[in-house]
């Protein structure tokens, strides 16, 4: 159980084009959804939390305009990196949290596979 | 502040033990958790230790002292596919981890 999926898992676009990463949760219901970006060698950082059919809640330095976040559903959240530049290649990863678990699951997050973004 | 210290990197032999340790100092405590990172992937959990003593899960063990602030993930039988980066991560007052760098492994035939 509590599997997330990511799609895609690779993407290569022009800069200035828009990419949205789907997060989903495959088998459980998640009303927390968060969103890592990790460069080379450094560790996660958390860009926001998503919490279903509410506004994102930023990270300091995150723009909110730029990093755009839907939780749409207790299953799916999208990030959306508009106008891309070549600063903004990284690993993104999304993570979810279970909320019908008992106490250790309500707590775990669980991350998808990662989405690695290239802009040219 | 707060804070989540972990070694940077550690080396150990197949076949052998190692204890990666993790202290923090955090704004409230709601539990400890321990990540499993391969090169180019994404985190994988291990466990999650919220009263003080020993969690067990087959090779890996999981140790919190919550009075210390200090947690252990202890791997025995070192197997070359333990070659990973390891996250130490506290959850706050708040709810929100609080992510350590990570301990790089590396395991050496």
């Known amino acids: 159980g509590a599997v997330v999926s990511q799609h895609p898992s690779w993407v290569i676009c022009k800069s200035g084009t828009s990419v949205k990463i789907e997060c989903r949760s495959l088998?459980?219901?998640?009303?927390?959804m968060f969103w890592y970006r990790q460069f080379p060698k450094q560790s996660l950082m958390l860009m926001a939390t998503?919490?279903?059919?509410?506004?994102?809640?930023?990270e300091q330095g995150v723009e909110k305009d730029k990093f755009l976040i839907n939780h749409a559903s207790l299953t799916l959240s999208t990030l959306t990196v508009t106008s891309a530049h070549p600063e903004d290649s990284s690993f993104y990863i999304c993570?979810?949290?279970?909320?019908?678990?008992?106490?250790?699951?309500?707590?775990?997050?669980?991350f998808g596979p990662g989405t690695r973004l290239l802009v040219l | 502040g707060q804070n989540i210290d972990q070694p940077t990197e550690m080396t150990a032999t197949e076949g052998a033990i190692v204890q990666i340790n993790c202290t923090y100092q955090t704004s409230g405590f709601n539990g400890l958790f321990w990540y499993q990172q391969h090169a180019g992937e994404a985190p994988t959990f291990l466990s999650y230790n919220v009263l003080d003593g020993l969690e067990e899960k087959g090779r890996f063990s999981s140790f919190l002292s919550r009075s210390k602030g200090y947690s252990y993930l202890l791997l025995k039988e070192l197997q070359m596919k333990d070659s990973a980066s390891y996250l130490c991560a506290v959850m706050d007052s708040n709810y929100q981890l609080i992510w350590g760098a990570g301990t790089k492994l590396i395991i050496k035939p």
């Open positions: 993570s979810a949290r279970d909320a019908s678990g008992g106490t250790t699951t309500q707590e775990t997050q669980y």
């Open positions: 088998d459980f219901q998640a009303t927390t």
């Open positions: 998503s919490n279903e059919g509410s506004k994102a809640t930023y």
